[in-house]
């Protein structure tokens, strides 16, 4: 054999993979993950934006509600993607067609499984945030430099969730709690994370459990990139709260992931 | 040459549960070998083991003269396995579930191509290469899963109940393709609870029984050392066999009672039946056959293969 196995390499054979499954496969997910965020944006944005700017908003970072809303929709759509991209792909790979575990007859490894998955939420995070972007400067809701610089922060909050998830769901045998996280856990955090209005709003109990969580931070770091305005914390500290979560995520998944898999 | 596997005590346990409970294995390499037993025997487990994808909890295995515990990679990159579920993609294609599962092992797109079409070409799915895997049929995709698992060209083929769930047609389909595998000098190692699985497919085989090995060797010194030559089957109708029992006694070697018949052991089954007709029974069926492994696995263990 003259293969050289490098660590990463094999966890880059498993991107490949999702890559060439998700080329047959496009059409739904993409829809799902770009074209929503967008209608949210329009209708919130310019619909309910039109009414909160005519009463005066002054205060909102960024001086319109549509310039306050883009970024953080931009984080808030990549939190959602990243549970949705993280959750399923584990649950047909490992429990429903099980190709994850097919997977495992060759040298891969879980671990591999696991790098390989995260890079594709990853580079799914990336695409999906990137486009919302773009549209966001169409829709003159940001500047280009703004909305660029807004990016980042969305990719590593949808992974703050992502690698998390993805090392529950592993654990899971059946659906009904991975579908209670997404319907009571990720809507309300969609909704109240900051991303509609100030958390300042929320009563005192409240604040702190949405301060709590990795959408907040990453609304933050992202309403803070696009419209120039500094962040509720120093940023470093939102960037070590997300890093936290993903790195934190990343190796108890590494773990489930092993656990399930070899027995 | 070393053996392809080499097992000694090799124990499987989940929590309390015993799975496997110390097995003695050796296959030699070229050889087709079974493990024969009813659903909970432990042949899964220990097929696991072997596929370096589940660690034994005490015991010495070596799989192609290496280590599972240290060595998983190594080895899996010399195996192919076809599991007991097909694990396929089934909104991918036929050709783009072996290009991925190709790719796994490292192996360069160019190379993959051509292997993919030979490959599709020996289990007959050439026509089906460019069809989503969904609607095809349970035997199709058995032998796309068999495709898959010699993408890689290998040494060892693992094979977990290879043709459970099909039909009759689709199970010699696949017999006559691990056949010519086998003809080609492809170590074959499967499990399977169908007697004429094992009897048509392995050279030898051991029998299994609750984690453990009740017996080794070929399928007919199998048959010779523990059943007779022949087997009366009588069928009686219900509630109405206490009294034929003991009119039976005498005409066979030995007499297995089973639920729904009664199996006499002899060497000649046709004399047999003539001895019960002669006694005055009259059973509402009478099947004179050769032994078989199930024969084997009854007076071994006093269950049928197949509940």
């Known amino acids: 054999m003259t293969v050289t196995t490098t660590a990463y390499r094999p966890a880059l054979l498993v991107l490949e993979a999702r890559a060439r499954a998700y080329a047959r496969t496009w059409l739904i997910p993409t829809v799902t993950t770009v074209v929503a965020p967008l209608l949210f944006l329009a209708a919130m944005g310019l619909g309910l934006g039109g009414l909160v700017d005519r009463r005066g908003a002054a205060d909102l970072a960024g001086g319109s509600y549509l310039a306050f809303l883009a970024p953080g929709l931009l984080a808030a759509s990549a939190m959602q993607a990243g549970v949705q991209e993280s959750a399923w792909p584990v649950r047909l790979g490992v429990h429903w067609q099980k190709t994850y575990v097919a997977a495992l007859t060759t040298p891969l490894a879980p671990r591999d499984l696991v790098d390989g998955h995260l890079l594709w939420v990853a580079l799914r995070l990336l695409a999906g945030a990137a486009a919302f972007a773009v549209a966001a400067v169409v829709l003159g809701a940001a500047d280009p430099a703004g909305a660029a610089l807004a990016v980042g922060p969305g990719v590593l909050t949808g992974l703050a969730v992502a690698a998390p998830v993805a090392a529950w769901t592993v654990t899971l045998e059946r659906d009904h709690r991975l579908i209670a996280l997404i319907r009571f856990g990720v809507t309300p955090l969609f909704l109240f994370s900051g991303t509609f209005f100030p958390i300042a709003q929320l009563p005192g109990p409240l604040r702190a459990v949405a301060a709590a969580t990795p959408l907040w931070h990453g609304v933050e770091l992202a309403r803070a990139a696009a419209v120039a305005r500094p962040p509720a914390l120093p940023a470093a500290v939102h960037l070590a709260y997300l890093a936290a979560w993903i790195v934190g995520g990343w190796l108890v998944a590494r773990h489930t992931f092993a656990r399930r898999l070899i027995r | ?307």
């Open chain 2, 1 to 307: 040459m070393s053996d392809v596997i080499e097992a000694r005590g090799l124990v499987k346990r989940f929590g309390a549960f015993t799975a496997v409970d110390g097995i003695d294995v050796r296959v030699g390499r070229g050889e087709a070998f079974g493990f024969l037993g009813p659903n909970g025997a432990g042949k899964s487990s220990t097929m696991r083991m072997i596929g370096a994808v589940s660690p034994p909890t005490a015991g010495h295995l070596r799989v192609l003269g290496r280590d599972p515990a240290t060595d998983g990679p190594a080895i899996r990159r010399r195996l192919g396995v076809v599991p007991q579920e097909d694990m396929l993609d089934t909104e991918l294609t036929v050709a783009e579930n072996l290009l991925i599962h190709g790719r796994y092992f490292g192996l360069p797109v160019r190379d993959l191509r051509p292997r993919i079409a030979r490959l599709l070409d020996f289990v007959q799915l050439a026509d089906r290469a460019g069809d989503r895997v969904e609607p095809l049929s349970g035997g199709m995709k058995r032998r796309l899963v068999i495709a898959r698992a010699l993408l890689n060209d290998p040494e060892l083929l693992l094979l977990d109940e290879p043709t459970t769930g099909l039909d009759p047609q689709a199970r010699h389909l696949v017999w006559d393709r691990l056949y010519r595998l086998k003809q080609q000098g492809v170590t074959l190692v499967l499990t399977t609870h169908y007697m004429d699985e094992a009897e048509q497919l392995c050279d030898r085989l051991v029998v299994m029984d609750a984690g453990r090995i009740v017996a080794e060797g070929s399928p007919r010194d199998l048959v010779a050392a523990h059943a007779t030559r022949e087997v009366l089957e009588l069928r009686f109708p219900p509630g109405g066999r206490n009294g034929e029992l003991a009119a039976l006694e005498g005409i066979a070697d030995r007499v297995e009672e089973l639920p729904d018949r009664v199996l006499l052991y002899t060497a000649d089954a046709e004399r047999a039946a003539a001895a019960v007709t002669a006694r005055g029974l009259r059973p509402d069926g009478v099947v004179v056959r050769r032994s078989t492994l199930e024969d084997v696995f009854l007076r071994l263990t006093g269950r049928s293969l197949v509940e």
